[in-house]
């Protein structure tokens, strides 16, 4: 199984951006990189996902390196109901599976 | 609203007495699995199942049982519980698809005494 590499931690201020950054240097060809954030005592929640190109959602964006070896997770204006524990994961195209590391866990100070 | 229901959402229970988590998911999805998360360790596949009557291991089965008979549930069985099962468990659903998203459950507590 393909893995992740993240930070164990980082840290915002309120309103700043934040780059979530992740490497995943045996990715293959057809693993899907995800992202997904847990918020305290809940399940995983999605966040974004892309193959090959950046993406851009309402919650974030998701900026994917040419050579796909490594990728950011883009928050633009964090908020203090942003922190939370960020997982990058790639998803298996043979099984499915949601391969979890153990994730960023992001502060947010007002 | 789409959701992934698991039931109950706490439990403390003792060595050896089976038991069952109950997941459904109203979404029409596919694609249905359980983890379990330990401090440290992150969230670990249990088993997961891509249809009806379709089921497989995951990362860490031992100990555990599920079936797939309806497409919305995902029952997760342990005949036979041990203090090494205590753990905070997620039920997950999406299509069968890798660039679809999964729904999570809320959690079930285990503690097993």
């Known amino acids: 199984d393909a893995k992740t590499t993240q930070p164990n931690s980082m840290e915002s201020n309120e309103e700043e951006p934040v780059h979530l950054p992740c490497n995943h240097s045996?990715?293959?060809?057809?693993?899907?990189i995800h992202w997904y954030r847990q918020l305290p005592s809940q399940g995983p929640e999605y966040v974004i996902h892309?193959?090959?190109s950046n993406v851009n959602n309402r919650m974030a964006s998701l900026a994917i390196a040419e050579d796909r070896k490594s990728s950011t997770l883009i928050l633009h204006r964090a908020t203090l109901r942003d922190a939370a524990v960020y997982y990058c994961?790639?998803?298996?195209?043979?099984?499915?599976?949601?391969?979890f590391g153990t994730g960023t866990r992001l502060q947010v100070f007002p | 609203e789409a959701q992934v229901t698991q039931n109950p959402r706490y439990l403390i229970t003792v060595t050896g007495k089976k038991l069952t988590v109950t997941c459904s998911q109203n979404?029409?999805?596919?694609?249905m699995s359980w983890y379990r998360q330990d401090p440290g360790l992150g969230l670990r596949q249990i088993y997961y199942?891509?249809?009806?009557?379709?089921?497989d291991k995951g990362d860490v089965p031992e100990g555990y049982k599920v079936s797939r008979k309806e497409k919305r549930n995902f029952p997760l069985i342990l005949e036979s519980p041990s203090p090494n099962q205590t753990s905070l468990y997620f039920c997950?659903?999406?299509?069968?698809?890798?660039?679809?998203?999964?729904?999570f459950g809320q959690g079930t507590r285990l503690t097993v005494v």
């Open positions: 997950a659903s999406s299509l069968n698809r890798v660039e679809t998203e999964a729904f």
């Open positions: 045996t990715i293959s060809g057809t693993d899907y």
């Open positions: 892309g193959l090959t």
């Open positions: 994961i790639l998803r298996d195209y043979d099984t499915d599976k949601l391969i």
């Open positions: 979404m029409n999805h596919e694609y």
């Open positions: 199942s891509m249809n009806v009557e379709v089921t």
